[in-house]
């Protein structure tokens, strides 16, 4: 008897850098979630309110880390993959997800958790311009991060309310086919950058 292959399935941490509760970027990854392959499992995850401002001295205090920030790093530690959608403020990311980042970038004992983990940013803004500035602001920090992030496709959601529903499942139909083909270039993403990952001594990546 065979034993047919199945796929494996990937685990990806969404992150939205918004703690607004109708937030545009949060409904834009759980339409991404709804507009997954069953081979790629998206959890949206609300990680970043119970992360402080970051404060050296807390860090000394706390050498694992405040709870929420400990919370958060095994969150994406475990994960295979993080996509995070960000708003814009100002022509920069916000200073929630910044601040996130900045705990993020350090050594902890659960590691650093954004070193080789594949990303991918994308996001949306009620106005015009689809965090354009801040996608770019998002990128650079996370390379600083030394994280590998998806140079392409990019995805820049103009006039969210005329894109993303209540429903996660549903939203404007360009929006969703575009969300379909930015999920499938990700899953290809981790499957190019895994064997890489796999292949550096010390780091145990689980599929
Ligand atoms: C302080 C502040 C600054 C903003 N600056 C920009 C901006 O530079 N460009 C832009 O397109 N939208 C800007 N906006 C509008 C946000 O894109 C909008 O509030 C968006 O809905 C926030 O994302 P969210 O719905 O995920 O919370 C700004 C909003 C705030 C509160």
Redesign the pocket.
């Known amino acids: 008897m065979t034993i047919p292959d199945t796929p494996p399935v990937r685990h990806v941490l969404c992150l939205?850098?918004?703690?607004?509760r109708?937030?545009?970027?949060?409904?834009?990854l759980r339409m991404a979630a709804a507009h997954a392959p069953a081979t790629l499992h998206l959890d949206v995850c609300d990680g970043l309110a119970a992360v402080p401002m970051f404060d050296e001295d807390l860090e000394q205090r706390e050498p694992d880390g405040p709870a929420g920030v400990r919370s958060l790093r095994a969150s994406i530690a475990a994960a295979d993959g993080l996509i995070v959608?960000?708003?814009?403020?100002?022509?920069?990311m916000?200073g929630v997800l910044k601040n996130a980042l900045d705990w993020l970038s350090r050594e902890s004992p659960q590691g650093e958790v954004l070193l080789e983990k594949p990303v991918a940013v994308l996001?949306?803004?009620?106005?015009?311009?689809?965090?354009r500035?801040?996608q770019a602001s998002l990128r650079q920090v996370l390379h600083t991060c030394g994280a590998l992030v998806m140079p392409t496709p990019t995805l820049f959601i103009?006039n969210?309310a005329d894109r993303l529903d209540d429903n996660a499942a549903q939203g404007d139909t360009t929006t969703g086919q575009a969300l379909q083909r930015f999920v499938l270039a990700f899953e290809q993403w981790l499957e190019r950058v895994a064997p890489a990952i796999d292949a550096q001594p010390g780091l145990t990546i689980m599929h």
């Open positions: 939205a850098g918004s703690l607004r109708d937030s545009w970027n949060r409904r834009l959608a960000t708003p814009e403020y100002n022509h920069a916000p996001g949306a803004s009620a106005g015009p311009w689809g965090t500035l801040a103009a969210a």
